[in-house]
């Protein structure tokens, strides 16, 4: 018996969980106890797995006994181990973060309690996906998650929900389509939906058949993961979700997404036939990505601009490919899914804080909320990619991978890349000048509350004088305290911790990174480990 | 590999339909679009499956090869529940829509119209700065110095 041997409980305890939840609808406090536990026994379960699977060993689980490739397999290896346990961080940040903004609010039990078992469900499909070992469990795997997504986001049921879960809902049924339509495509040309299978079956077709399964999947997997031109739907529908559902939204639904081209480009079509097209694919959805956000006035869509813009250095990873690229690919994987969940977080608080997300109502916060205008911060100019974050170290790898041996076309995507991270520091630059640092009274749109506050804080530190430098700052801290839960910001300040510690341990993650592609490019370890010969 | 051609082509139909369907911006019509693109896609999921044979059950008189293939009929079946959940959730989703507008159609997106309508011009950004804030400058232009006024 293997420790590995486990493994399916990624998703088989979320899946109970929910029941439970479900079952004590009417228990809030029951409820909230059930889904923390269950989240918190799976970071520990998945903690043990990545630390089994540390030094690029890969385990795979035969579900039922059955042998591949006749039965279903999961896989544990780096990869897998790897996404599972940033997402269940990140998904349990996020959670205790909504309990506490739900212990606040007082949530009584009604259609809003459906919310915690959603949740796990969301959980379940994505450790599905990327645990599956065959295409058709990866399709399940995404159907759960974009089932338990439906709910999420059209909670309440209010107009403006259902317009954008319309949208959403409507497309993500359109790329499960044609994900259906190439795997049905896949088993009449091969006979077979084993990922280890294909690995050895799919190059004995013919170049033509080739391309068209590995585009038409690459296109399934590009509406998930929001790459342009596939990515219009993002900004439009995640933004008028619940803070919570949007910030669990954008640190894990379109990174599954990534990972499912990760996998098809190293394990299923290694040879790199498309990468031209990716490489301006992914140019495209930076620098068009950025100028969206640079456009917006809502922080919330802004953010959700910068998600799909951030995107393309992951498809440019890919693209270049090599292992220092898919290292480094990985690496900006993770950073990318704490990060952008942080600042959704932020986004949430600073709602929350000033009664609005919309940047032409906004100002003086840097006075009124020290503790927010740090947790906005540090994720902000790690997204920007100011050096020594982990979004700069991200950045170095992905460009100095690709420099490497870069052709013209390489070179001008280099560029866009470059162009794309100075635009979102400018993106983020504006958001901090507006937000925070200009005085309340001179936006567009003043908000008095805010303008009341500011002129409370200045007279206090005025009164307060020499004597008494910090008595402004005091009450700045009393009024923070009084309208942000201590547990949204200690779950916000946890993620933006984790994102430190990505940093500072970015020498052993970033080695670990290398392991993981070279064991993804090398492709032996995934297929024999599989393949009973 | 023998394929049944008259599937495909009943496949082909079904799915431009659908996705021709999917594209309206009234709801119903874009549910039934995704229920014609689910049927599309199951019947070309069974012909994946190559030419007919018995029942998949274990038979120790039949021969192997006399078998149909049974793993496409177990993707269908999983995909036709998979669509009637997701038909179920889209059909609630649009009699909330129409409780709500009374209309079955989608509207545009209130931010991006907010968007489209903006111009270049920032007020914050692009407006002229005013002569008369700085301190380092006298009236007359010359630099002020410590000491001087």
């Known amino acids: ?533 | 590999m023998s394929v049944n051609i008259t599937f495909l082509v009943v496949t082909g139909v079904l799915l431009a339909a659908g996705f021709y369907l999917v594209l309206e911006r009234t709801l119903t019509r874009v549910l039934l679009g995704i229920m014609l693109l689910g049927n599309g896609i199951n019947l070309l999921l069974l012909t994946s499956g190559g030419r007919k044979g018995a029942a998949p059950l274990f038979n120790p008189e039949v021969p192997a090869d006399e078998y149909s293939d049974p793993l496409p009929q177990a993707l269908i079946l999983t995909a036709i529940v998979i669509t009637f959940a997701v038909t179920a959730f889209l059909l609630a989703m649009i009699y909330r829509s129409w409780t709500l507008t009374s209309a079955d159609e989608l509207t545009d997106d209130t931010e991006d119209i907010k968007v489209s309508q903006k111009t270049a011009y920032d007020e914050e950004e692009d407006s002229p700065v005013a002569e008369d804030t700085t301190e380092f400058v006298d009236e007359e232009g010359r630099p002020v110095r410590e000491g001087e006024e």
């Open chain 1, 1 to 533: 018996m293997n420790f590995l041997d486990l493994a399916p409980l990624a998703v088989v305890l979320p899946i109970f969980g929910a029941g439970a939840a479900f079952l004590a609808r009417r228990q809030v406090r029951m409820q909230r106890l059930i889904t923390i536990g269950i989240l918190t026994l799976t970071l520990v379960l998945e903690a043990g797995m990545l630390a089994a699977v540390w030094g690029g060993e890969s385990y795979a689980i035969h579900i039922g006994g059955w042998d591949s490739p006749f039965g279903i397999a999961l896989m544990v290896d780096g990869f897998s181990s790897f996404m599972l346990l940033v997402s269940t961080v990140v998904s349990l940040a996020v959670l205790l973060f909504a309990t506490s903004q739900g212990l606040a609010d007082g949530d009584e039990p009604g259609p809003v309690s459906i919310f915690h078992p959603a949740y796990l469900i969301l959980l379940a499909g994505v450790s599905n996906a990327f645990l599956a070992a065959d295409l058709f469990n990866l399709y399940v795997g995404f159907e759960i998650l974009l089932t338990a997504s439906y709910v999420l986001l059209t909670l309440g049921g209010t107009a403006e929900r259902i317009r954008a879960g319309t949208t959403y809902v409507v497309v993500s049924v359109v790329s499960s389509v044609i994900f259906l339509m190439a795997i049905a495509m896949i088993y009449a040309a091969t006979g077979t939906v084993n990922m280890a299978d294909l690995a050895v079956k799919l190059p004995e077709l013919g170049q033509g058949p080739q391309l068209i399964l590995h585009v038409l999947l690459l296109i399934a997997f590009g509406i998930k993961a929001a790459v342009f031109p596939l990515s219009l739907w993002l900004p439009d529908s995640y933004p008028t979700a619940p803070a919570p559902v949007t910030a669990v939204f954008a640190g894990l639904l379109t990174k599954v997404g990534v990972y499912a081209i990760v996998r098809t480009e190293t394990l299923l079509f290694p040879g790199g036939s498309v990468n031209a097209g990716l490489l301006v694919v992914s140019a495209l959805t930076m620098v068009i990505g950025i100028l969206g956000a640079l456009a917006q006035t809502d922080f919330k869509r802004m953010l959700s601009f910068t998600l799909t813009s951030h995107i393309g250095y992951l498809i440019f990873g890919v693209a270049v490919g090599g292992p220092l690229a898919i290292a480094a690919t990985i690496y900006y994987v993770g950073h990318h899914i704490i990060v952008q969940t942080s600042l959704f977080m932020v986004a949430g608080l600073i709602e929350r804080r000033a009664g609005s997300s919309n940047v032409t109502r906004l100002g003086s916060l840097a006075k009124l909320s020290p503790a927010l205008s740090l947790l906005f911060f540090i994720p902000a100019i790690n997204l920007g990619g100011i050096p020594p974050f982990s979004g700069f170290l991200g950045k170095f790898g992905l460009l100095h991978a690709a420099a490497q041996h870069a052709d013209p076309l390489t070179w001008v995507v280099i560029g866009a890349g470059l162009l794309t991270s100075l635009l979102t520091l400018l993106t983020i630059i504006r958001v901090w000048a507006r937000v925070f640092w200009r005085r309340a009274a001179d936006a567009e749109v003043p908000n008095q509350e805010l303008v009341a506050e500011a002129t409370q804080v200045a007279d206090e530190t005025l009164a307060g004088g020499a004597q008494n430098p910090r008595l402004g700052l005091k009450l700045a801290k009393q009024l923070e305290a009084d309208s942000l839960p201590w547990g949204m910001r200690y779950a916000t300040g946890s993620l933006v911790l984790a994102g430190i510690a990505l940093t500072v341990f970015a020498g052993p993650i970033f080695e670990f990174c290398e392991r993981v592609a070279a064991e993804l490019i090398a492709r032996e370890p995934y297929i024999s480990s599989i393949l009973p010969f």
